[in-house]
């Protein structure tokens, strides 16, 4: 490869140069980001497919004799409400995988925006805001959702249990933002920005969020299993709407009709597995990115 | 005395091999300093690391051999294999920007005292330790110090004492004094110099400064791409460069008091590209000590 | 005659520590230097680490304001009580050369998109114009436009870097440009293409430049003035041939003395041992 620039030393004359980082996606496949992005294509596509095939919607009490082992027509059998086990895993999945995103996405928003200016405009507009960032994470998230829980008992929306989320949720991305833009400040390409004309928010989005960016996917995909999880967690203690179906949902009502001592193993079985299936697939996805941004780093 | 055998260090980039080092045949003298020069990517730092014996994956020594004509401690010869057994004994090595290479928790008298020593007696090596910072211009207080309480200065001499300390055969410096501001480099430079006229050793000094090398070196090493373009007895070198290359390293040095276009070498010769400059391995004596290779052949490729 | 640059009684203190007994610094103390002239010139600033030479950029760079006195460029306060032009005046006025080449540019943008954005931006150009315009500027420091378009930083090598960094600097027409070690980082025998350039650019471009850095050699190179930094003041400071060849202050005679030159030799070479 014979590139003629005139001051090129003798490695890079004969190492051939970088390709454009965006070009070729290659670099980002490793083994443990596949299987993480398979899990989750497979149960996303699939609570996203599925349920309009549903024959009746699953949260209907007694639609099915009660009690009914695995078969043909109920995959997974019915439980003790005379529900089919399998479409209200489906329809849970679907509903907490929904619930997950829509919090990742509104606690990476607020967490990058607020994160982003505190750390690079700095001064006092940075003490104010992360004075508001630390009281938010000092506060316990659960206890509150508990207690919210028990005073709305049951008629905690869904959506409004992600609204909280989202509300106590932000605040510690924002924090790890912050620091990232904070290093990235003192960098000279900012400074040459500057000097180029650009203002603070072109700095902002054209500068120091590309070098962001690595972390928000795999903050996005972390919230994701943090905000499923304390749905599951608050819906197990009985202290969401435990009508609609989520993952949470199940395993509260298995628990509550004894389905371990009752025998029928699966009703509880079948949506830990799913659960369990969920987490590894979003780990996995979220280890596996950040690996692979790691060794993009170590070799560019 | 170190001999290099057709010495080849590569490492694998996708599918294609790249020869750091690429062929160098070479004898270092005892009792001497040498100078290796060379722009960045040249090999020079690669193969400091082959003869220290610091080489790791990706890179593996592909080629050759290096004698290196020592005894280990079981009395058979050093190999490049077992060279590691001898660091900080027969060898030590200063690596560049080794002032940040302290353990910034450990005082610096502790940094001497865990030296993998001959002397188990901690209390012995501690008093040769508070006589040898005397000789090497730090105070007392230092060997009581955390690194970050000393200067950047000091601690490179802290470095210094601690590759010098059990009076090694052979010592690499790694570009020592390039972090340093240009009043303590003299310092550390006459420091260097006088260590090694008391102790007799040898030291290779790497650097990409051409006038560090004028002033500490005895003889004078020449790298590019790979391979060496140039050796000979620093004087020899200066005085009468043999290769196109060597003359425009010390064409584009700035002198004070000369007003002469300094850099006109290497523009015109960007021109042209830097293949004016690949070599073939072969160095041959066109004066007594003074080597030089050939140019390659056209396409580049070695003969 | 113009004043090229003045600062006036210039200081600087940066406080280290929390609120309550932290340590001061002084980095600058009481800078005061005075170029007039006409013609374009090249002023360097030499010193050590911990001279304050950085300093001095930063403040004439507006990227750090001075505890106090005041600096004056081609006629134009720009730091101190009564600085004047606006963000987009003074960088009109004002462009930086940065010491390190590969960071100078974001590894996820095309090099040449903060050109494009200078000339947009800064020299309030559009289009074609604009175009025209980062071409030319490729051209005066010697690269081709069209070997530029579209690639990133990790596809060229220290020193086109820092020529790219030239060419950015040099759309806006600024009358001083600020370059803080401009090739400390680039091996010393690229690095006469650098200065090279900078001579060529005052002589023919008719640009102004500060010159900083810890290298005497170079800067007796291309300097018409050169002022001698020490823990924060200006030791010494007049035409650079005089200076260098004749320093009145102590210490420009050990920074002299110190440097290793291939001219005479600092102690004597022992014969070294037969090998």
């Known amino acids: 490869m014979i590139v003629d620039t005139k001051d090129a030393d003798p490695v890079t004359m004969v190492v051939p140069p970088a390709p454009k980082a965006r070009a070729s996606l290659l670099w980002l496949v490793n083994p443990r980001l596949a299987v993480g992005l398979t899990i989750l294509g497979v149960m996303g596509l699939g609570s996203v497919v599925l349920p309009l095939f549903a024959p009746a919607d699953p949260s209907v009490q007694a639609s099915y004799m009660r009690n009914l082992p695995m078969s043909q027509a109920h995959w997974l059998g019915t439980n003790a409400l005379g529900q089919d086990i399998f479409w209200f895993l489906v329809f849970a999945i679907r509903n907490s995988l929904t619930l997950g995103v829509v919090v990742a996405i509104g606690v990476t928003i607020i967490a990058t925006i607020v994160g982003l200016s505190a750390g690079y405009i700095g001064g006092r507009f940075e003490r104010a805001v992360m004075l508001v960032v630390d009281t938010f994470i000092t506060i316990p998230l659960l206890p509150i959702l508990i207690i919210l829980g028990a005073l709305i008992r049951g008629n905690t929306s869904f959506l409004t249990v992600g609204f909280i989320i989202i509300v106590f949720g932000w605040a510690w991305d924002a924090r790890t933002v912050r620091s990232m833009a904070l290093s990235l400040r003192e960098r000279e390409f900012i400074n040459m920005a500057r000097f180029s004309g650009a203002n603070t928010l072109q700095i902002l989005v054209r500068e120091v969020f590309p070098y962001v960016m690595a972390y928000t996917l795999v903050g996005f995909i972390n919230t994701i299993l943090f905000a499923i999880n304390l749905e599951a967690t608050l819906a197990v203690i009985g202290l969401s709407k435990v009508e609609v179906p989520t993952l949470g949902s199940i395993i509260f009502w298995a628990l509550n009709y004894n389905a371990l001592f009752t025998g029928h193993h699966v009703w509880l079985v079948a949506p830990i597995v799913a659960t369990v299936t969920l987490f590894l697939g979003l780990f996995l996805t979220s280890t596996g990115f950040n690996q692979a941004f790691a060794s993009k780093r170590g070799v560019a | 005395m170190i001999r290099l055998c057709d010495l080849k260090i590569s490492y694998r980039i996708g599918s294609r091999v790249i020869n750091a080092v690429d062929g160098v045949t070479l004898t270092i003298p005892d009792g001497s300093i040498v100078g290796i020069a060379g722009e960045s990517g040249c090999g020079k730092s690669t193969l400091m690391k082959a003869i220290y014996g610091d080489i790791q994956a990706p890179m593996h020594l592909s080629g050759g051999t290096i004698e290196y004509g020592l005894k280990g401690a079981d009395g058979r010869p050093v190999t490049p294999a077992t060279i590691r057994r001898e660091w900080f004994k027969s060898i030590s090595y200063v690596p560049q920007s080794s002032m940040n290479s302290l353990n910034p928790v450990i005082r610096i008298r502790d940094q001497f005292i865990d030296f993998p020593g001959t002397d188990s007696n901690k209390k012995r090596v501690l008093e040769r330790a508070r006589d040898y910072i005397g000789r090497l211009g730090l105070p007392p207080e230092a060997l009581d110090s955390y690194p970050h309480q000393l200067s950047g200065g000091m601690r490179q001499r802290v470095m210094i004492g601690l590759a010098t300390f059990f009076q090694p055969e052979l010592i690499i410096a790694d570009e020592p004094t390039t972090a340093l501001d240009v009043v303590v480099q003299k310092e550390i430079l006459m420091l260097l110099m006088d260590l090694q006229e008391q102790m007799g050793n040898t030291i290779l000094v790497v650097s990409h400064d051409m006038g560090v090398h004028y002033q500490v070196t005895h003889k004078m090493l020449i790298m590019y791409a790979g391979r060496v373009v140039e050796f000979g007895d620093t004087e020899s070198v200066f005085a009468d460069p043999q290769h196109a290359y060597t003359r425009m390293l010390i064409d584009s040095l700035p002198t004070i008091g000369d007003d002469s276009m300094r850099g006109a070498v290497a523009s015109a010769a960007g021109a042209g590209g830097d293949r004016a400059y690949r070599v073939e391995a072969e160095l041959i004596e066109v004066k007594p000590g003074h080597f030089v290779a050939r140019p390659a052949a056209r396409d580049g490729a070695p003969a | ?275």
């Not at chain 3, 289009?127 to 500027?137: K, L």
């Not at chain 3, 596809?155 to 020529?163: H, K, T, V, Y």
Request: hydrophobic residues 40%; positive net charge; glycine residues 8%.
């Open chain 3, 1 to 275: 005659m113009t004043i090229i640059l003045k600062t006036e009684g210039l200081n600087k203190v940066y406080r280290r520590g929390g609120l309550v007994g932290g340590r001061s610094v002084q980095a600058l103390r009481d800078v005061d230097i005075t170029v007039e002239g006409d013609r374009p010139v090249v002023i360097a600033v030499v010193g050590e680490s911990g001279s304050g030479k950085t300093t001095l950029a930063k403040t004439l760079l507006r990227l750090e304001a001075p505890s106090s006195g005041r600096a004056v460029v081609y006629d134009t306060v720009v730091a101190g009580p009564g600085a004047t032009p606006s963000r987009r005046a003074f960088l009109g006025l004002v462009q930086p050369i940065f010491q390190n080449p590969f960071e100078a540019f974001s590894r996820y943008r095309p090099v040449d998109a903060y050109l494009h954005e200078t000339a947009r931006r800064v020299a309030g150009m559009s289009g074609d114009e604009a175009e025209a315009a980062v071409a030319e500027a490729l051209r005066s420091v010697g690269l081709d436009p069209a070997e530029i378009r579209g690639k990133y930083t990790a596809q060229f090598s220290g020193g086109e870097l820092q020529r790219i960094s030239v060419a950015r600097a040099l759309i806006p027409h600024p009358k001083l440009i600020v370059a803080d070690e401009p090739v400390s980082m680039i091996d010393a025998s690229r690095r006469m293409i650098i200065i090279n350039l900078f001579k060529k650019l005052r002589d023919e471009a008719g640009r102004s430049f500060l010159y900083i850095t810890h290298d005497l050699a170079t800067a007796y190179y291309i300097s018409d003035h050169v002022a001698v930094m020490h823990r924060g003041q200006v030791v010494e400071f007049g035409p650079a041939r005089a200076v260098m060849s004749d320093p009145q202050h102590a210490y420009t005679r050990l920074l002299l003395d110190s440097i290793p030159t291939t001219r005479s030799r600092w102690r004597p070479r022992r014969t070294a041992a037969a090998g």
